[in-house]
């Protein structure tokens, strides 16, 4: 009786845990997504994503995917980009910005 049932607790517990530490996990790279792509954009375009509409969908094996992005607004990033094509090259100290894309749950 008490033995079951507090094995079937622990079972529960478990399940629990771990369930939440997968949808922290999710929500930490979805949040991650708009950064990163706001540093690439902002290295390789000077554009900087300011907000927009970021859509993830799970397979069936349980992987995260984008699959839509919409109603993206970018701006001139503020820090000019490092040795642009046609620039000489030099080193550049890296970039000492915060950029401005706020992640919304």
């Given at each position: 009786g008490n033995d079951q049932e507090a094995l079937h607790q622990i079972m529960t517990n478990h399940f629990e845990r771990f369930r939440y530490l997968d949808c922290v996990s999710d929500r930490a790279r979805i949040s991650a997504l708009p950064v990163l792509v706001s540093e690439r954009l902002?290295?390789?375009?000077?554009l900087e994503l300011v907000?927009?509409?970021?859509e993830f969908e799970r397979d069936c094996k349980g992987q995260?995917?984008?699959?839509?992005?919409?109603?993206?607004?970018?701006i001139h990033a503020s820090v000019p980009r490092p040795n642009a094509p046609g620039e000489p090259a030099?080193?550049?100290?890296?970039?000492?910005?915060m950029f401005r894309y706020l992640?919304?749950?």
């Amino acid at each position: 009786g008490n033995d079951q049932e507090a094995l079937h607790q622990i079972m529960t517990n478990h399940f629990e845990r771990f369930r939440y530490l997968d949808c922290v996990s999710d929500r930490a790279r979805i949040s991650a997504l708009p950064v990163l792509v706001s540093e690439r954009l902002s290295y390789q375009c000077g554009l900087e994503l300011v907000s927009g509409d970021f859509e993830f969908e799970r397979d069936c094996k349980g992987q995260l995917w984008l699959t839509d992005a919409k109603d993206l607004f970018f701006i001139h990033a503020s820090v000019p980009r490092p040795n642009a094509p046609g620039e000489p090259a030099g080193e550049q100290p890296p970039p000492l910005k915060m950029f401005r894309y706020l992640s919304e749950e």
